[in-house]
Every structure is written in C-alpha cells, then in structure tokens.
C-alpha cells in the first residue's frame, strides 16, 4: 500500500490476470490439454 503513495502504480493488472487464470483452471478441471488451457488462458487476457 505504501508503495501505491511513493509510486503511483499498482499490482492491479497482476491481479486480475492470476484471478483469470485461477477461474479458468477451475472451470477446466478434468481437461487434459495443457497447451489447449494455456491457449484459452492467452485469449482471454491478450
């Protein structure tokens, strides 16, 4: 929190990007391509 006032910046952006990861590695649980997750993981936040 600090570093936002020094700054001006935020961990937003890695944020969001790991809670899309983690609800797309839930909704594709029981699939076995991981090349087929990563390639919808990029999708999503490209």
Known sequence: ML??????????????????AKVM???AYGYGSFENHRLRLLNACA
């Open 3 to 20: 570093a936002y006032f020094a700054s001006g910046l935020t961990n937003g952006m890695a944020e969001g990007f790991n809670n899309k």
């Open 25 to 27: 590695k839930r909704r």
